[in-house]
């Protein structure tokens, strides 16, 4: 806001003020926040109806797992080192080329552990990893 000296002259004000223009527009965006996410929801869709399928056994992932302890499952039997679960994993490859496997690790083991089980995963052919997480 600019003051001008008082003149003899009353000479009128050119300078806009935008207090109002502003206030408008602080409106006009809180109303656009509040209407937008409104919008995406309406969309009212009918799914159509499929007969129940049973899930495929063959295609299941291999579950690959690491207690807090170290201590490495495969598919819930217990592994005892590296050496033996390469071995299983590759009897696993060998019987199908295209098996998954899904890791999962207790936040407790360390980094150096998982790795070493990520590599003999690698090491056995199996390139389809999945890594498991609990939501909370």
């Given amino acids: 806001m600019a003051f001008k000296p008082q003149a003899e ?17 602080l409106v006009l965006v809180i109303i656009l926040l509040v209407t937008a996410p409104l919008l995406t929801q ?3 869709v009918k799914l159509p109806k499929t007969t129940q399928t049973i899930a495929d056994t063959q295609a299941q992932p291999l ?9 490495i499952t495969l598919n819930k ?7 033996t679960l390469e071995a ?6 060998a019987k199908d080329p295209e098996v998954n496997v899904s890791f ?19 090491h056995a052919g199996i390139s389809k990893i999945g890594f498991e997480s609990i939501e909370q």
């Fill in 77 to 83: 039997n217990p592994i005892s080192d590296l050496a």
């Fill in 42 to 44: 309406s969309v009212q």
């Fill in 104 to 122: 999962y690790g207790d936040e407790a083991v360390t980094y150096g552990k998982v790795l070493k089980v990520i590599a003999t995963i690698s």
């Fill in 9 to 25: 002259e009353e000479s009128a004000m050119s300078e806009i003020n935008v207090t109002p223009l502003v206030d408008v527009m």
């Fill in 63 to 71: 579950q690959l797992g690491i207690d807090a302890q170290g201590a």
């Fill in 88 to 93: 299983a994993l590759k009897s696993e490859f």
